[in-house]
């Protein structure tokens, strides 16, 4: 069974950094383009970063640029966003995503998802 597991959400003051990690298992991941998804209360999901299976580019969207960096690990099947920086506005449930063929910060077209970190930015 495929699946994706989050972890690493959590408080942190305006300014502070967080790492998310998302576990794959029942894949490989090296053969899937990788995403980030977010989603704030009453807020359409929002995609911040993704990395394609193919040469590994790195795409971000505009309101993470210079703050967020993707990665993964395919020995350990596990996808990071470290968040650096972090604003209130970053304030959402994060979602990790994973496809065999589409890449791009659109959310409609990735097929596999975990179920979600919260990531609360407050002082």
């Known amino acids: 069974q495929l699946q994706l597991v989050e972890s690493g959400g959590g408080l942190v003051q305006p300014g502070g950094s967080l790492r998310l990690s998302c576990a794959a298992s029942g894949f490989t991941l090296d053969y899937y383009a990788i995403g980030w998804f977010r989603q704030a209360p009453g807020k359409e999901r929002e995609g911040v970063s993704c990395?394609?299976?193919?040469?590994?580019?790195?795409y971000y969207g505009d309101s993470v640029k210079g703050r967020f960096t993707i990665s993964r690990d395919n020995a350990k099947n596990t996808v990071y966003l470290q968040m650096n920086s972090l604003k209130p506005e970053d304030t959402a449930v994060y979602y990790c995503?994973?496809?065999?063929?589409?890449?791009?910060?659109?959310?409609?077209?990735?097929?596999?998802w975990g179920q979600g970190t919260q990531v609360t930015v407050s002082s």
């Open positions: 990395m394609s299976n193919n040469d590994d580019s790195t």
């Open positions: 995503a994973a496809d065999l063929y589409n890449l791009g910060l659109d959310a409609t077209y990735w097929t596999y």
